[in-house]
């Protein structure tokens, strides 16, 4: 069959808050990760991409919110179109153009949202029409915690040794459960430790065995806690599992790095904010705080209670001169046009 000269497809996904984490990977090349995690998607962010396979293009060019990319990003984008190409028996090069709703640098990370939408737009232009399962497959391949932003609402992604059954499949959709992420993002700079690094260094952490088993404990507190709507429990979870996640990152080794003992992704307000949660929690407000890799914090709470939650988190961020948007559980990566 002759192939087109040109064809487009755009796709947009949320970013997803892990609420069991993926820290640590038992197959880099693949993205195969070392214990399940559970997340939900946040509508409050959008990345937005738009993919033209064109025969004139002599390379694939990759341009974020309008601008040329970095060598780094583009060699990144380029190998996942690469993987879209080889199920499509594809020659031509693509366009991509991809937009983030969010600020870059505002301490989101914005690889989820990119390589779900890349994902589903890529292979729409290829003429490909992937089911959830092998898009989620697809996409984790670009980046991990990207699988996760393939189904909509509450999500678990199944660790598995192998690439077809590494996926993440819906556990309940964005109506399950009227929660509310308050995320905190601060100005500052770029984290020094990208989470590639981070996954690379987290078994030279003496805790990375204890956290492997003490997560199953955790994965089966969030599934019950989501199942069941415990908000007390999935709070509580949700907390200590975070703060599992940075007790192996202050204690691993960075081999790019050699001269840090141990990651520290917090800035000081990152703390400040880490001690008001628990202390308006004293105080009677039933708020959680998550974090990944970097300073920002995600606040968790059920909708009802998110007014009471913003008069106190509101003016603490204005004085901190940071930023806060607020999401619902989101739906999974879709079609845009
Ligand atoms: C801390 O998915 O960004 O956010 O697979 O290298 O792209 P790559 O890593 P990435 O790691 C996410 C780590 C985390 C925890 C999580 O989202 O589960």
Same mark, same amino acid.
């Given at each position: 069959m002759k192939q087109q000269a040109k064809s487009r497809a755009t796709a947009a996904a949320h970013p997803n808050l892990a609420l069991v984490k993926y820290w640590g990977q038992t197959d880099a090349a693949l993205n195969l990760p070392t214990n399940d995690s559970i997340s939900l998607n946040l509508s409050g962010a959008t990345t937005t991409t738009t993919v033209t396979f064109d025969a004139a293009l002599a390379a694939d060019a990759v341009f974020l919110n309008g601008e040329a990319?970095?060598?780094?990003?583009?060699?990144?984008?380029?190998?996942? !179109? =690469? #993987?879209?190409? %080889?199920?499509?028996? !594809?020659?031509?090069?693509?366009?991509?153009?991809?937009?983030?709703?969010?600020?870059?640098?505002?301490?989101?990370?914005?690889?989820? *949202?990119? @390589?779900?939408?890349?994902?589903?737009?890529?292979?729409?232009?290829?003429?490909?029409?992937?089911?959830?399962?092998?898009?989620?497959?697809?996409?984790?391949?670009?980046?991990?915690? %990207?699988?996760?932003?393939?189904?909509?609402? @509450?999500?678990?992604?199944?660790?598995? =040794?192998?690439?077809?059954?590494?996926?993440? #499949?819906?556990?309940?959709?964005?109506?399950?459960w009227a929660l509310r992420v308050l995320t905190v993002t601060f100005p500052g700079q770029p984290k020094a430790v990208s989470s590639l690094e981070g996954h690379r260094a987290a078994p030279t952490s003496p805790f990375f065995g204890a956290r492997l088993v003490a997560v199953e404990g955790t994965l089966a507190t969030v599934r019950r806690a989501l199942r069941e709507r415990d908000f007390a429990a999935l709070g509580c979870a949700v907390e200590r599992e975070a703060l599992s996640l940075h007790a192996l990152a202050l204690t691993s080794r960075v081999a790019e790095q050699p001269w840090l003992s141990g990651i520290i992704y917090w800035q000081p307000e990152t703390v400040a904010l880490l001690r008001a949660v628990q202390?308006?929690?004293?105080? /009677?407000?039933?708020?959680? @705080? *998550?974090?990944?890799?970097?300073?920002?914090?995600?606040?968790?709470? =059920? %909708?009802?209670?998110?007014?009471?939650?913003?008069?106190?988190?509101?003016?603490?961020?204005? %004085?901190?001169?940071?930023?806060? @948007?607020?999401?619902?559980? /989101?739906? /999974?990566?879709?079609l845009v046009g």
């Amino acid at each position: 069959m002759k192939q087109q000269a040109k064809s487009r497809a755009t796709a947009a996904a949320h970013p997803n808050l892990a609420l069991v984490k993926y820290w640590g990977q038992t197959d880099a090349a693949l993205n195969l990760p070392t214990n399940d995690s559970i997340s939900l998607n946040l509508s409050g962010a959008t990345t937005t991409t738009t993919v033209t396979f064109d025969a004139a293009l002599a390379a694939d060019a990759v341009f974020l919110n309008g601008e040329a990319c970095d060598p780094v990003t583009c060699a990144r984008v380029s190998a996942h !179109l =690469e #993987r879209v190409r %080889a199920l499509a028996g !594809l020659e031509r090069r693509a366009r991509v153009d991809s937009y983030n709703d969010f600020p870059a640098g505002a301490g989101v990370a914005s690889s989820a *949202s990119a @390589f779900a939408a890349l994902s589903l737009a890529a292979t729409r232009a290829a003429g490909l029409e992937l089911d959830t399962r092998a898009l989620s497959v697809l996409a984790r391949k670009g980046s991990g915690s %990207a699988c996760r932003s393939i189904p909509g609402g @509450f999500v678990e992604w199944v660790a598995a =040794e192998t690439d077809a059954a590494s996926y993440a #499949r819906q556990l309940a959709p964005p109506a399950h459960w009227a929660l509310r992420v308050l995320t905190v993002t601060f100005p500052g700079q770029p984290k020094a430790v990208s989470s590639l690094e981070g996954h690379r260094a987290a078994p030279t952490s003496p805790f990375f065995g204890a956290r492997l088993v003490a997560v199953e404990g955790t994965l089966a507190t969030v599934r019950r806690a989501l199942r069941e709507r415990d908000f007390a429990a999935l709070g509580c979870a949700v907390e200590r599992e975070a703060l599992s996640l940075h007790a192996l990152a202050l204690t691993s080794r960075v081999a790019e790095q050699p001269w840090l003992s141990g990651i520290i992704y917090w800035q000081p307000e990152t703390v400040a904010l880490l001690r008001a949660v628990q202390a308006w929690r004293r105080e /009677g407000i039933p708020v959680y @705080f *998550s974090l990944d890799a970097g300073p920002s914090v995600h606040l968790l709470c =059920e %909708a009802e209670t998110r007014p009471a939650v913003e008069r106190v988190l509101a003016p603490a961020v204005e %004085a901190w001169r940071g930023a806060y @948007f607020v999401s619902e559980p /989101g739906r /999974g990566a879709w079609l845009v046009g």
